[in-house]
């Protein structure tokens, strides 16, 4: 079975700048999870989709990070524009999302953003 | 407020010890709790627990929930230096896949 997907894996931008990541889910989950994970801190939740539609979006800075998932499969987190704080892994991950079923979520490679 | 809480936050031990890592929790409609082990990528997942008093167990890796008093321990027996990482405790609350989680406790294994 495919994992999560995720690209770049790697980005070095100047602040002020924009970048977007990409993630592309297991196939057939329904929810579809950004983290910001700050080096020697937990993940922290950015946003929360399931299927298209967003469940959770309350820890993301919204004048200067945006997220979509418009055909309920792969998602974009955009950050425009970035700030040295910024500087984070961003992690992609995905779940089933079955109301029945307590299932996992499974995390992506990771995209290591560095803002100098 | 949900929050999740890890102890310690790091730990060095040497080859053999046994460790046991803390997770507490305040989560509104609980429904699992998830410990992650994370090295230099993304967190890798090692137990899902549901129930209390049921152990979970992967070789050398045993984890427990007490729903009571709202707390799993993770415990490592016969620890080797590829142990060492941060371990990951999330917590998820029904009905919204949401998922919370701690700090992390950072564990070093010498040889």
């Known amino acids: 079975e495919a994992g999560v997907a995720q690209s770049p894996r790697y980005k070095i931008i100047e602040k002020r700048q924009s970048v977007a990541f990409w993630c592309n889910p297991i196939?057939?989950?329904?929810?579809l999870y950004w983290y910001q994970q700050i080096l020697g801190q937990g993940p922290k939740l950015l946003i929360q989709?399931?299927?298209?539609?967003?469940?959770?979006d309350s820890q993301l800075p919204k004048d200067r990070f945006s997220a979509e998932r418009l055909k309920g499969v792969d998602s974009t987190l955009k950050i425009q524009p970035a700030k040295l704080e910024d500087s984070a892994v961003y992690l992609c991950?995905?779940?089933?999302?079955?109301?029945?079923?307590?299932?996992?979520?499974?995390f992506g490679p990771g995209t290591r953003l560095t803002v100098l | 407020e949900d929050k999740v809480v890890q102890s310690p936050l790091s730990l060095v031990v040497h080859e053999g010890d046994t460790v046991t890592l803390n997770c507490s929790y305040e989560v509104t409609n609980f429904r699992s709790l998830l410990w992650y082990k994370q090295e230099k990528k993304a967190p890798t997942f090692l137990f899902m627990l549901t129930s209390s008093g049921i152990e979970k167990k992967s070789g050398r890796l045993s984890s427990i929930l007490d729903k009571k008093e709202l707390f799993s321990i993770l415990n490592i027996t016969a620890t080797q230096t590829g142990d060492s990482a941060v371990y990951l405790c999330a917590v998820e609350a029904a009905g919204t896949y949401k998922y919370i989680f701690g700090t992390g406790t950072r564990l070093k294994v010498l040889a």
């Open positions: 196939s057939g989950h329904a929810t």
């Open positions: 989709f399931q299927n298209n539609g967003v469940v959770d």
């Open positions: 991950a995905s779940s089933l999302g079955d109301w029945i079923i307590t299932d996992t979520q499974y």
